[in-house]
């Protein structure tokens, strides 16, 4: 069974960080690409940053670049993001996903697993 597991998030101020962090089980998690994307209220679900299992290539959203990394560690089957000058429109739902293939992608459905999300709130 797999199970992608959120944690981390939580109610910040504005300049502030977070680190979220992607707990994977039940696949082979060193030959998957993780992503984090995000769903704000009312609006729909956007890619946020991606890194590839090999060679650890990464890749970010135009909205994020510069002040959030991603990051895993195959040891501990875990994804991460670390999120700094966080912003009021940063607020939203932020979820892990996993895909069995290389490659970065930007694409909801190149996704073959994901987590129930976890939620990030920039107050102003």
């Known amino acids: 069974q797999v199970q992608l597991v959120e944690s981390g998030g939580g109610l910040v101020q504005a300049g502030g960080s977070l680190r979220l962090s992607c707990a994977v089980s039940g696949l082979p998690f060193s030959t998957y690409t993780m992503g984090w994307f995000r769903q704000a209220p009312g609006k729909e679900r956007e890619f946020v940053a991606a890194?590839?299992?090999?060679?650890?290539?990464?890749v970010y959203a135009d909205s994020v670049k510069g002040r959030f990394t991603i990051s895993r560690d195959n040891a501990k089957n875990a994804a991460y993001l670390q999120m700094g000058s966080l912003k009021p429109e940063d607020t939203a739902v932020y979820y892990c996903?996993?895909?069995?293939?290389?490659?970065?992608?930007?694409?909801?459905?190149?996704?073959?697993?994901w987590g129930q999300g976890t939620q990030v709130t920039v107050s102003s």
């Open positions: 890194i590839t299992w090999s060679l650890g290539i990464t």
């Open positions: 996903a996993a895909r069995n293939k290389m490659g970065a992608s930007r694409s909801i459905p190149e996704y073959n697993y």
